[in-house]
């Protein structure tokens, strides 16, 4: 695998379910990141991690929780989701997420397209 | 105001034109600039960032910066059917900030 994967590629899940989507970088990098795209709105940041430390959450509901065990691994934990919801997950890496500019290239992987019923 | 805005288009050029897109943003501490361009049902792929005030050329690619004005743009020469896209700019202060992205449309 190269680059940054995610799983899984489409989810479906009611607002009592609780699943987890999961991302890989295999670049080396130091930063991973959560975004939400939905339909005709900016990609919207949720979550940067820095060296496994959360360094920015983005005033996100509770109902999203991330989890980041390692530099190469990034989850988000999802519980009583709302239709609202509904949006594709993007997971991105750099090499860092100092203010040097060149650690802020990003790197996205291919996204997990929620369905919440 | 928007933190950083685009133009929705469509933008539609036809093919072999320059199609050029462009982007505001309202930090003026903004230091670093970046293109992504995004097919339909993909993910968003970098394809060209700058950080000086002035023209980056990669290939068809040219971004073009004006700090004072507050405004990053990206032309593509020669444009192909295969360009057809979403392009999003993003913008770093303290954090990175997408546009709406503009959807460009090459006709052959």
């Known amino acids: 695998e190269t680059g940054v994967t995610q799983t899984p590629r489409h989810l479906v899940m009611g607002m009592t379910n609780k699943k987890s989507l999961k991302c890989e970088q295999h670049?080396?990098?130091?930063?991973m990141y959560w975004y939400k795209q939905s339909a005709k709105k900016p990609l919207e940041l949720m979550f940067v991690y820095n060296f496994k430390e959360q360094t920015e959450n983005n005033s996100v509901p509770s109902r999203f929780s991330p989890e980041c065990p390692n530099s190469s691994h990034l989850f988000l934990h999802l519980h009583t989701l709302q239709p609202e919801d509904s949006a594709l997950y993007l997971c991105a890496s750099s090499l860092g997420a100092s203010g040097r500019s060149s650690y802020n290239e990003q790197f996205f992987g291919p996204g997990t397209r929620l369905t919440v019923l | 105001q928007k933190e950083v805005e685009q133009n929705s288009g469509p933008l539609s050029v036809p093919e072999g034109a320059i199609a050029s897109l462009n982007c505001t943003y309202s930090d003026r501490g903004s230091q670093s600039f970046f293109w992504y361009r995004q097919y339909s049902g993909k993910s968003p792929e970098l394809i060209m960032f700058?950080?000086?005030?002035g023209d980056k050329e990669d290939g068809r690619f040219t971004a073009q910066l004006n700090k004072a004005s507050q405004y990053v743009s990206l032309l593509i020469r020669d444009s192909q059917p295969s360009d057809s896209a979403t392009y999003l700019c993003?913008?770093?202060?303290?954090?990175?900030?997408f546009g709406q992205g503009t959807e460009l449309s090459v006709k052959p």
């Open positions: 670049l080396g990098h130091n930063a």
């Open positions: 700058i950080y000086s005030n």
């Open positions: 993003a913008v770093q202060g303290g954090k990175l900030i």
